[in-house]
């Protein structure tokens, strides 16, 4: 059982919702965004979404990109993201801890070496955009086998067709894309993810958690009451890119958790 599980029996026995937070790790630079991290789960995160900072982040809007780019510019890369991980572990042992991201910087290290440096450092599961399933024998199922979770995104084109061959080696949980398009795109409705969601649980036994399109406590109550939890990225990394101190990004990350544990 890897942490992202023990953590999703824990809100289920407690009939709880999951709220599970994005930041580019590295953003604006290491000591800030270590800061932040370490101060998550007191700001009520369940699971910690750490992006991977890449050149081409394609299914990222603008807001994702820039904070990419900054970390990049301050010397973010895989190798110091997993050391930001590591320091994290050193404090906090419960707290999931999910790598987002893209292939390239994980193909560039190596997988058999990739699988073992994240495991290492503490990490607990990867979310790799731009693999498809039918691609799993490349990270997924190596990732699975070295004790990762590999997390796999559903959207609202995943039609019934397609959905058993993206459930088919996904573990740890479900994340649904509420929106068609980007990051930070458009608003994310209760009322049409409901029904998405639904569907996804007919055919899974995995929590399914809902992100893109959620920016404030209402919005992450409402989405976190029809699935089984939310995830805010955008709407905190641009808090973290207008320069606002780690004490009030942490507030606002609080009232946007208080907002789905509130469904």
């Known amino acids: 059982m890897t942490r992202i599980d023990a953590k999703f029996a824990d809100l289920k026995a407690a009939n709880k919702k999951a709220f599970v937070a994005y930041v580019m790790a590295g953003d604006p630079d290491f000591d800030t965004s270590l800061e932040l991290v370490k101060g998550l789960p007191a700001a009520g995160v369940d699971v910690i979404e750490l992006g991977l900072p890449f050149t081409d ?17 301050a010397g973010m890369t895989l190798q110091r993201t997993l050391d930001l991980a590591r320091a994290f572990r050193e404090e906090d042992n419960t707290t999931p801890i999910v790598l987002m991201g893209y292939y390239n ?12 440096d994240a495991k290492d450092a503490g990490i607990d599961g990867l ?3 731009d693999l498809p399933p039918e691609e799993d024998s490349e990270l997924c199922i190596p990732a699975q086998e070295a004790g990762l979770n590999f997390i796999r995104l559903a959207t609202p084109t995943t039609d019934d067709k397609r959905l058993p061959r993206v459930l088919q080696n996904t573990s740890g949980f479900v994340y649904y894309v509420s929106i ?4 930070g795109a458009a608003e994310a409705e209760a009322t049409n993810v409901g029904p998405e969601v639904a569907r996804i649980k007919a055919s ?29 990225g955008s709407a905190i990394v641009s808090q ?13 990350v609080k009232s946007l958790s208080d907002g789905a544990h509130s469904a």
């Open 105 to 116: 910087p994980i193909y560039s290290r190596g997988v058999e070496t990739f699988l073992k």
């Open 180 to 183: 068609t398009g980007i990051t």
């Open 204 to 232: 899974t036994d995995l929590p399914v958690i809902v992100g893109f399109g959620i920016n404030t406590p209402e919005k992450a109550k409402g989405i976190a009451s029809v699935a089984d939890g939310a995830v805010v």
């Open 240 to 252: 973290i890119g207008a320069g606002k101190p780690v004490g009030e990004v942490l507030s606002f």
């Open 127 to 129: 979310i790799v955009v």
């Open 57 to 73: 982040p394609m299914a990222d809007g603008p807001t994702i990109q820039l904070a990419g780019q900054r970390a990049l510019e």
